[in-house]
């Protein structure tokens, strides 16, 4: 995918949304090397995001809530009881809770982030946090990343209980920010996340970090490679 599609968002308001787990905070390179440790093999991070999302889509769908904090060790829990690909179950150390949280306390942010932040802010954009971890997790996260006060607001579903991507965490974004959908562009690094933010209006954009998008889902209005080359095309269509 090139940065820009045939027709870029004209927008009459300049708001962006973000994503925050792997999208602004450095996930793999942070998680990556403690899982591997606790679990003797490759991958094991990937996997453990796959559980964390799976367990927030059933939830969802069935109509119940608990929150990223509550599901970690669930899905730590369950990566040890999967075989993998190297077909090798693994006893869970009785450490291994705290040491990801340890992990997870000290998460960076990726090191465009900051200066593309930085850029769209001086262009005059409105700039929102949302995330599927709670309210005090995602201060703490941003805090540390040294990205918090580079947010107009900080959003988490804790407020509407349900995980994106529901319509209703969509919604809930866009009513704290003051702005109709279609003023809006939602920015991610999962194609899962875009979908639902599509679904609602919005306009969105794909940050190419070490995730593909799939094709059956409406492809991203913009697709860059990090969040300065974001800043330079978002420049151009809210123009």
């Avoid at 450490?95 to 000290?106: F, I, R």
Wanted: aromatic share 8%; glycine share 8%; net charge neutral.
């Amino acid at each position: 995918m090139s940065s820009s599609v045939p027709e870029q968002p004209k927008l009459s308001a300049k708001v962006c949304v973000f994503d925050v787990n792997e999208t602004c905070l450095d996930y793999l390179g942070g998680l990556g090397p403690v899982m591997q440790s606790i679990f003797g093999r490759q991958g094991a991070y990937e996997e453990f995001f796959r559980q964390l999302i799976l367990l927030t889509h059933v939830l969802t769908a069935t109509g119940s809530y608990k929150d990223f904090a509550t599901l970690v060790p669930v899905a730590l829990s369950q990566v040890a009881a999967n075989e993998g690909v190297e077909g090798k179950k693994v006893d869970l150390p009785g450490d291994a809770l705290d040491k990801v949280k340890a992990a997870m306390a000290k998460i960076v942010a990726h090191k465009d982030v900051a200066e593309g932040l930085d850029k769209l802010r001086a262009q005059g954009w409105r700039l929102y946090a949302f995330s599927n971890s709670n309210q005090a997790a995602v201060d703490v996260q941003l805090k540390q990343a040294g990205l918090h006060s580079k947010f107009d607001g900080i959003l988490s579903v804790d407020a509407v209980q349900k995980f994106k991507p529901v319509p209703e965490c969509y919604n809930y974004a866009l009513k704290q920010a003051g702005v109709k959908a279609k003023d809006a562009v939602h920015v991610a690094t999962h194609d899962w996340d875009l979908e639902g933010a599509k679904a609602v209006g919005m306009n969105t954009a794909f940050v190419r970090r070490h995730l593909g998008f799939a094709s059956a889902y409406h492809p991203p209005d913009l697709s860059v490679t990090d969040f300065v080359e974001l800043a330079d095309v978002l420049g151009q269509a809210a123009k």
